[in-house]
């Protein structure tokens, strides 16, 4: 199956992400979003980036213009309709990512895909909403997307083969290395990832070192990018509490269950990086602020 239209659903961190690699990659992407607030920003987002390699060299000016041209900004579920290939990349909760697919199925060509970026959210249970269940695939990057060489491809009980191998196709085109994993909660990454996070969390709650120690830990003794304090604000405390939730009812394994002070933050409104606050303070262009 040759793959050219994409049509990216959500324009939020993760699909104006997806959306920025597959125009770079020379997809033609129409990407998505319920008002032209958000459609508007997740485009914003996607030149400030292409400026920005244009500007240390790392793109020409004529790729970055070329880039842009292939995407179709819209707030249409309809123009679903011309799609190939659909990645879903909406709020990581069932009943809004249930509606979407039950409307995107009813308007996208019979043979085309439809692909969702969940990182926890059991793939099978949303195929089963579409009459393609065959045509589903879990297909999870990991931000900042444009960065990560990672992406994370999970069938569905009835995903079939055909679908794989045409995802598995998409997602080296989009310059990314895929590995399969079975549709078990968390898949693999955040199966190993959210008890990382936990533990920092609850390492930092006992008192055995501060968050800088705990980050400084991880990054210089494990050669981690960022600690785990640093990563948990940086996905969103609140994506990260619902993952766990989604975790700890498949599994029923205290490693996943919610630390309190996880709970409180989200509570409070300290979602992390984007809300300006987690386990540390950020400014409005994201950069932390030292407190
Ligand atoms: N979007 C696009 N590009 C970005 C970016 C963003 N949000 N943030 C940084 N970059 C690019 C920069 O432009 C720069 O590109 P260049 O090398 O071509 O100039 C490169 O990334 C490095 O950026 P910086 O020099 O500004 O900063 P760092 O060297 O500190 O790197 C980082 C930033 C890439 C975010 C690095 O800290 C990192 O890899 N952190 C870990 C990220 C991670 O683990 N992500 C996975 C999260 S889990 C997940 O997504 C799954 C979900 O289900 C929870």
Redesign the pocket.
Known sequence: MTIKQLYVAGAGLMGA?IAQTAISHGFDVTLREVDDNLVNRGVENIKR?LD??VQ?G?LEAAQRDAALARLHPTTSLEAAGRADFVIEAITENFDAKRDLFKRLDGICREEAILASNT?SIPVTRMAAVTKRPDRFIGM?F???V???PLVELTRGRDTSDATLAATLELSKALGKTPITSLDYPGFI??RM?VPFINEAIRALTEGLGTREDIDQGARLGLHH??GPLE?AD??GLD?HLY?CGVLYEGLHDARFAAPPLLRQLVDAGHFGRKSGRGFYRYGPDGARLAD
């Open positions: 992400g980036r920005s390699l240390k790392k990182s999870h990991f931000n900042p444009p960065v990560m990454v955040n990832l990018p960022m990563l940086f996905v994506t993952i």
